[in-house]
């Protein structure tokens, strides 16, 4: 990248008329050169045809604000993206005190199972709880959803009494059983379930905690 | 999208001066309207959406200078954006990303983070419950408590989950098999919230 020439006491008072046309020529270079590091420009821009000299962004032109992580409470104005260099990550900068994360290096991806573009759908994971019937089958159903295809669901139970397992699933839910293997008259048994699948975005759920 | 009319050779060494007029308005036409394609030209500012990333193949990306830290770059071969910066190429967004399907509010800066580890119940004692810590302590946003999930490695054994904390979780578990308990093995998986991780 050749450095951009700017001299802004050209023409001065005293320059001779015969001298402008350089000095404005040379000004032309210079504000082409400098405006085609970022957009298509004409003449020393580079631009030779019409479709590469319009003033429009150059691909490569979009640049985050960068710095570290004090920066997502104060430095830049809101509306900027932040990429902030310590724990690397990208955050809107909105008004004090409500700046989001939008994305970091640390997130879990999929490795595909959406589609192709246009992506309709994401991948969820989630989970709750559901008191089963004692030594029965029992329906759960999501809350929210349903998810497109057929979830991963595994399910946990509160006590170390019962056998549990899982008889069918369903994209908006699934049947359990339950057997208790204790002696005396059987107790109530919460499990814990957890699914992960893919939804249509838009469809979302009210999974609860846990 | 018009092409800019932009003459570097006006005006001329042999321009009369009685021309300059006309060239600079030129000039102030033409410069204002390249300017006007991609900014706000009262006050140069960015139109919305006039910036652009780089755009090619996955394997076309290279983050060789300091000029393109804090620029992106979409792979358009597996829909997924990244970010240059000095220490390297990461990951900024994909269709793939998982999605934590509880509600989202709260906690602007706390992001999901899944801990799991394996963790040896020793024989000694037979015993009957362990409380098992997570390397770091979930937050404490909106009162919530992780999702844990867990497997045992005994096939005489039983294992449910008594309590969970944002600190940890207690297993409980029954032995039936003959003989006495040995030791075994709890594998575990957890998710929650965390507001120092990133």
């Known amino acids: ?210 | 999208m018009t092409r800019i009319i932009w003459d570097e050779n006006l005006p001329s060494d042999g321009s009369a001066v009685g021309l300059a007029p006309d060239d600079l308005q030129s000039l102030w036409r033409n410069l204002g309207q390249g300017l006007r394609t991609s900014l706000e030209w009262s006050s140069g500012d960015l139109l919305e959406g006039k910036v652009r990333t780089f755009l090619a193949g996955q394997s076309s990306s290279s983050n060789s200078t300091a000029k393109l830290w804090a620029r992106a770059f979409f792979a358009s071969d597996t829909t997924r954006l990244f970010v240059y910066d000095s220490t390297g190429t990461y990951l900024a967004g994909t269709p793939y990303v998982i999605e934590e399907g509880r509600r989202e509010v709260g906690g602007t800066e706390a992001v999901w983070v899944s801990q799991s580890s394996t963790t040896l119940v020793a024989a000694a004692g037979a015993p009957v419950s362990l409380t098992i810590p997570f390397p770091t302590a979930y937050a404490n946003i909106l009162g919530e408590t992780p999702r844990v999930m867990q497997t045992i490695s005994h096939r005489s054994m039983t294992i449910g989950l008594s309590t969970i904390t944002r600190g940890g979780f207690t297993s409980i578990f029954s032995y039936f098999g003959p003989g006495s308990q040995s030791a075994f093995t709890i594998h575990w998986a957890s998710v929650g919230r965390m507001t120092g991780a990133i």
Not at chain 1, 1 to 28: G, N, Y
Not at chain 1, 29 to 34: E, F, L, S
Not at chain 1, 181 to 198: D, K, L, M, N, W
């Open chain 1, 1 to 210: 990248m050749s450095a951009i020439s700017w001299f802004e006491t050209a023409p001065s008072e005293t320059s001779l008329a015969s001298l402008v046309d350089d000095e404005l020529r040379s000004m032309q270079t210079a504000i082409a050169r400098g405006l085609s590091e970022s957009f298509f420009w004409p003449g020393s821009g580079d631009g030779s045809t019409s479709t590469d000299s319009t003033g429009e962004a150059k691909l490569g032109s979009l640049r985050f604000a960068r710095a570290g992580t004090s920066a997502r409470t104060g430095g830049f104005a809101e509306g900027f993206i932040l990429l902030d260099t310590n724990r690397v990550s990208l955050h809107h900068i909105g008004p004090s005190n409500t700046t989001y994360i939008l994305a970091h290096a640390s997130m879990l991806d999929r490795g595909g199972g959406v589609g192709d573009a246009p992506f309709t759908s994401r991948w969820v994971q989630g989970g709750g709880t559901a008191m089963l019937g004692t030594d029965s089958i029992s329906t759960v159903t999501f809350t929210g959803g349903p998810f497109a295809g057929i979830p991963h669901v595994t399910l946990l139970s509160s006590s170390s009494r019962y056998l549990i397992g899982i008889r069918s699933i369903r994209s908006d839910g699934f049947t359990s059983v339950a057997s208790y293997i204790g002696s005396g008259a059987a107790p109530s048994i919460t499990v814990r379930f957890r699914s992960e699948g893919t939804a249509l975005i838009g469809n979302d759920f009210t999974f609860t905690t846990p």
